[in-house]
Structures are given as structure tokens and as C-alpha cells.
């Protein structure tokens, strides 16, 4: 087996557990029982999602370019991010967050999701090298005051 297809089998393989995980955060009910399950829940996420930034960071870093490999690397990785990026809005509405058992894994995860975001963004890249024009223009226009921050406009 080439070395894609290792990469692209690990992948689906921490997708799995990931999605797998995500099943059992989804899964606890609300109340005093939920609130003990929950850290240990979102552990059993933030691992296949860290696993999954890795192999990520590692086909970004490699000299070899395989778009299938990297297409669907990017595909899995988005599906991944919306998951967490869900479990983090749910935790931040019930208040995990300020619970002290459940707020440790949950910044933990919230870092892993800021890296894969910067991940994908690189892997887009990969995808579309004039996508780095874009955003460098973009930047400068930025910069020289020559447009707002898009959150600003709401």
C-alpha cells in the first residue's frame, strides 16, 4: 500500500472514532450525571481529532503533492471541525465551560480546532496556490486601511 492510501486508511479511521465519540457527547442527557461524563466524553474526541491534525500537518509539510490525498484529507477534516465546532458551541450554551472539570478538555479541544482550521486553510491553499494571492492582497488592502474586519460589519 502506497503511502496515500496509509495516510488516507488513518484518517477514516480517526474520522470514525471521532464521529464515534461525538455520538457519546451527543448522547448524554442533561443533569448531574452528564456533567461527570462530559470531560471524559470530549477527551474521547479531542484524541482521533488530534490524531487527525497530525497526519493533516504532516502532508502539509511534505515535499510530495497528492491532490486526491490532499482533497480528501481536507474532506474528512472539514466533517471533523463542523463536529467539534458543534460540541463547543453546545458546551459554551449548558455552561460546561465554566464548569472546572469540563472547561479544561474543552480549551484543549479549542485549541486542537484553532489548528485545524489553520490546517485546512493550508491545505486549501495547496488545493488552489492562487488562493494565497488572494488572501496577501486581501491582507495589504487590510492593512492599509482600505477595508474592515468582516466581523465588524454585524
Known amino acids: ?8 486508511d488513518e ?3 480517526q474520522a470514525a472514532l471521532a464521529a464515534a465519540a461525538l455520538q457519546d457527547v451527543a448522547g448524554l442527557d442533561a443533569g ?3 456533567r461527570k461524563l462530559f470531560p471524559r466524553a470530549v477527551l ?3 484524541g482521533p481529532y ?32 463542523r463536529m467539534a465546532g458543534d460540541v463547543l458551541v453546545a458546551a459554551r450554551q449548558q455552561g460546561y465551560f465554566d464548569d472546572p472539570d469540563a472547561a479544561e478538555p474543552l480549551r484543549w479541544l479549542a485549541t486542537c ?17 492562487q ?6 492582497a ?16 454585524g
Open 50 to 81: 488530534s490524531a487527525a491534525k497530525f497526519l493533516a500537518e504532516r502532508v502539509v509539510q511534505s515535499e510530495a503533492f497528492n491532490m486526491e490525498l490532499v482533497e480528501a484529507l481536507h474532506s474528512k477534516l472539514l466533517s471533523l471541525e
Open 131 to 136: 488562493l494565497d494571492e488572494l488572501m496577501a
Open 32 to 34: 448531574a450525571s452528564a
Open 1 to 8: 500500500m502506497s503511502a496515500s492510501g496509509i495516510v488516507g
Open 113 to 129: 480546532d484553532e489548528q485545524v482550521k489553520d490546517c485546512m486553510v493550508a491545505l486549501e491553499s495547496m488545493l488552489d496556490p
Open 44 to 46: 474521547a474526541l479531542l
Open 11 to 13: 484518517i477514516d479511521k
Open 138 to 153: 486581501a491582507e495589504e488592502e487590510h492593512r492599509r486601511g482600505e477595508s474592515v474586519p468582516l466581523d465588524s460589519l
